[in-house]
């Protein structure tokens, strides 16, 4: 981390969704309705160029977290500033301009792209949006768009039925690109492909990045794409961030007891480098009903005693560069 402003500076984000109950429930059980705490008092800063990898299992909160960076969905509480501005208060047009700037490509390539409609059709609603009226001028900018993600353009009348998963993902690329972004978050963008084809994916990514200077949130819950892909990662558990480290720092010694239970999953052929399996009890708790103190005391392997259980940890630096929600390791320090 520098000291520069961030590009992204997320704050106290917060997404929750209600459940209603019936109106009968709640005359006669007095039940009210619950809510799920899907992203609870997210904090992140994502620097210009870089690549913020976001892991955790699945229904931590991930996906909506990207989808609320983006106002995708209406966050319950908190900011997203992009370049010092505050997205949430953006009018409508506003709105609209910064959706350019901020983009995301899904991890479904089979479903994300319209099967009725082709290349063409599909690219041209993003340069429309951008303003771009002239056809021809269009068709030119398409063609240059499908090269830069190795597909032809003999492919602009096809559909999306007649591409590989593979392709179909590069036409999400493609799309995203069209804006013209700044920041793109990707959804798991390799996770339903085969594993030949996820490094070419992976690959494109990280050529275009560098060629237009993109900044990327990269969501997966494989913890072996991340390592390839990140210049940063942020640990997600039950809708909080429990851990933010460089890469090699994070791979080489993780700091929170989640972030080494993830690690120690990974299998490694190497026997020599393996560690040592930690088997977490229980699965990840219902985000309607949140563990009191530390979210994760009931499966934490290392708690220790009555802190963990009434105390909610702060994410706080615990190294250089580095950020742990834990009090085991706070209390360390002391
Ligand atoms: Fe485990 Fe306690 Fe740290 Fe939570 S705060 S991760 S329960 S040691």
Same mark, same amino acid.
């Given at each position: 981390?520098?000291?520069?402003? &961030?590009?992204?500076?997320?704050?106290?984000?917060?997404?929750?969704?209600?459940?209603?109950?019936?109106?009968?429930?709640?005359?006669?059980?007095?039940?009210?309705?619950?809510?799920?705490?899907?992203?609870?008092?997210?904090?992140?800063?994502?620097?210009?160029?870089?690549?913020?990898?976001?892991?955790?299992?699945?229904?931590?909160?991930?996906?909506?977290?990207?989808?609320?960076?983006?106002?995708?969905?209406? &966050?319950?509480?908190?900011?997203?500033?992009?370049?010092?501005?505050?997205?949430?208060?953006?009018?409508?047009?506003?709105?609209?301009?910064?959706?350019?700037?901020?983009?995301?490509?899904?991890?479904?390539?089979?479903?994300?792209?319209?099967?009725?409609?082709?290349?063409?059709?599909?690219?041209?609603?993003?340069?429309?949006?951008?303003?771009?009226?002239?056809?021809?001028?269009?068709?030119?900018?398409?063609?240059?768009?499908?090269?830069?993600?190795?597909?032809?353009?003999?492919?602009?009348?096809?559909?999306?039925?007649?591409?590989?998963?593979?392709?179909?993902?590069?036409?999400?690329?493609?799309?995203?690109?069209?804006?013209?972004?700044?920041?793109?978050?990707?959804?798991? &963008?390799?996770?339903?492909?085969?594993?030949?084809?996820?490094?070419?994916?992976?690959?494109?990514?990280?050529?275009?990045?560098?060629?237009?200077?993109?900044?990327?949130?990269?969501?997966?819950?494989?913890?072996?794409?991340?390592?390839?892909?990140?210049?940063?990662?942020?640990?997600?558990?039950?809708?909080?961030?429990?851990?933010?480290?460089?890469?090699?720092?994070?791979?080489?010694?993780?700091?929170?007891?989640?972030?080494?239970?993830?690690?120690?999953?990974?299998?490694?052929?190497?026997?020599?480098?393996?560690?040592?399996?930690?088997?977490?009890?229980?699965?990840?708790?219902?985000?309607?009903?949140?563990?009191?103190?530390?979210?994760?005391?009931?499966?934490?392997?290392?708690?220790?005693?009555?802190?963990?259980?009434?105390?909610?940890?702060?994410?706080?630096?615990?190294?250089?560069?580095?950020?742990?929600?834990?009090?085991?390791?706070?209390?360390?320090?002391?």
């Amino acid at each position: 981390m520098t000291n520069r402003q &961030p590009l992204l500076q997320v704050s106290g984000l917060k997404k929750y969704f209600k459940i209603r109950r019936s109106i009968l429930s709640k005359l006669l059980a007095r039940q009210k309705d619950l809510l799920v705490r899907a992203v609870d008092g997210v904090n992140l800063a994502i620097e210009e160029g870089e690549t913020l990898g976001l892991v955790g299992e699945s229904g931590c909160g991930k996906s909506t977290l990207g989808r609320s960076i983006l106002n995708i969905f209406p &966050p319950t509480a908190g900011e997203v500033s992009l370049r010092g501005e505050n997205i949430l208060k953006f009018s409508k047009d506003e709105l609209l301009k910064f959706r350019q700037q901020a983009q995301i490509i899904f991890q479904n390539p089979y479903s994300s792209l319209n099967p009725r409609k082709t290349v063409r059709d599909i690219m041209t609603v993003p340069l429309v949006q951008k303003g771009i009226r002239d056809p021809i001028k269009r068709e030119e900018m398409i063609f240059s768009l499908l090269k830069k993600v190795g597909l032809s353009e003999y492919h602009i009348n096809n559909y999306p039925h007649q591409f590989s998963g593979g392709q179909r993902q590069r036409i999400g690329v493609a799309r995203a690109l069209a804006m013209n972004p700044a920041f793109i978050v990707c959804d798991e &963008p390799v996770s339903s492909l085969d594993v030949s084809v996820q490094a070419q994916i992976i690959n494109l990514l990280e050529d275009l990045q560098q060629e237009f200077n993109l900044t990327y949130l990269f969501i997966t819950h494989d913890l072996s794409v991340i390592y390839y892909v990140s210049t940063r990662i942020a640990v997600m558990y039950l809708g909080k961030i429990v851990e933010v480290s460089p890469t090699l720092e994070f791979f080489d010694y993780p700091l929170h007891p989640y972030s080494r239970a993830l690690l120690s999953a990974i299998p490694i052929v190497d026997k020599a480098a393996r560690r040592e399996r930690i088997i977490l009890e229980g699965s990840v708790p219902s985000p309607i009903y949140v563990p009191s103190g530390c979210p994760f005391h009931p499966r934490c392997p290392e708690k220790i005693g009555d802190i963990c259980r009434t105390n909610l940890p702060e994410l706080r630096e615990a190294e250089t560069g580095r950020l742990v929600m834990c009090h085991l390791y706070i209390d360390q320090r002391l």
